[in-house]
């Protein structure tokens, strides 16, 4: 209703007198309020026309306000050729009132003020949120959250290993391999009146592991079965990611076999099912194994071999009292020091050594104790016999112990 519509109601005597002229005081005080809007506010308003060089918006005040050119061309080429007359649009008033009388308004700030107040609110939350990467440098790369410019510094990149050995070149080449990918940032830093805006990709996700190892512990259930991918290796076995947390499959987990490191079996990136051996809420750990998906193997070794057989071995280990050799992935045989020729051998290392390929005859097999017997020198006898192991057992048993301790 503008001036004229409220000076031409009717102002009789009487009660609808006095009725009428609340109703005028409540109107001319709204529109008192509304001629003329406060300097940096944001208002919602309708776009009543639009060219080229303008935009006039009707925010609900006497007059309406314009959207002036070079401010319309500040924003995105994508929204500007989205708007259309009718559309509701939030604007930024830069001046309340010009010479001509004119309320001058900004698209593009009230999207950047939009935009920072969002970012407040997610500093405040304490919310991760994906963004995409604009560009990077030698400090790190370039986010922007709609309008506002934000900075992941390198140290706080997850995605790619920077190593202090790398040059300025060689550092931006592998920041860079992040442009236009999106990654799950946190806000740490917010100074507005300094235009600052500092993410981190390495707190977002370790709060993000942190939150999917809450929710597996919790799921995660013994002899359950899960899919993952092997992410690292050391000397003590490997670790598996079953989805945002990590689980340990122990070097004694990873085959029924004698394995002296994971890489033997494992490679990192390598996707894996692995059974769940146990969950232990308190110390936040998941145990894992690989060989309990397979059946223990000398439970059918007497189904695969037989005394006499010829087989192929590789030689997985030399002690002085003869050398081990494995036949497949899980069963290993020793060689005794007596068995490897019919002349005299001072050591083993003399005629063997570590990775090599052999064909070897089967002359002892104690699926109970665990136990196979091979020999080198009776492949060429076509006549062969099981001998007294008592001895060769008793080193067998003092080496494990041995190594047992060594573990310890």
Known sequence: MDEQEIMALPLEGGEASDQSADVLSELLEQESTRIIPERSEILEGVIVSLTPSEAIVDIGCKSEGIVPARDLERLSPEYRRSLQVG????VYVLRPQDAEGNIILSLSRAQLEADWRKAAELFESGESFEAEVASANRGGLIVHLGQVRGFVPASQVWSVRLSQSMDEEERIAALSQLVGQKLLLKI???DRRRNRLILSERV??????????DRLLEELQEGEIRHGVVSSLCAFGAFVDLGGADGLVHLSELSWGRVNHPSEVLEVGQEVDVYVLGVDKEKRRIAL?????KPEPWSTIEERYQVGQLVTGVITKITDFGAF???????????HISELSDEHVGHPSEILQEG???????????????????????????????DDWQEADQLVNLEDSAEDTEET
Request: glycine content about 4%; charged content about 40%.
């Open 289 to 293: 194994s690989l060989k309990r998906l």
């Open 356 to 386: 090599q390929e052999l064909t070897l005859r089967v002359i002892r097999l104690d699926p109970a104790r665990q136990r196979l017997g091979l020999s080198l020198k009776r492949v060429e006898d076509d006549q062969y016999f099981e």
């Open 204 to 213: 977002a996700v370790r709060e993000w592991r942190q939150a999917q190892k």
């Open 188 to 190: 740490i830093e917010l």
């Open 87 to 90: 559309d509701r649009v939030f």
């Open 325 to 335: 050799a494995r036949l497949d992935e899980d069963i290993e045989g020793l060689i």
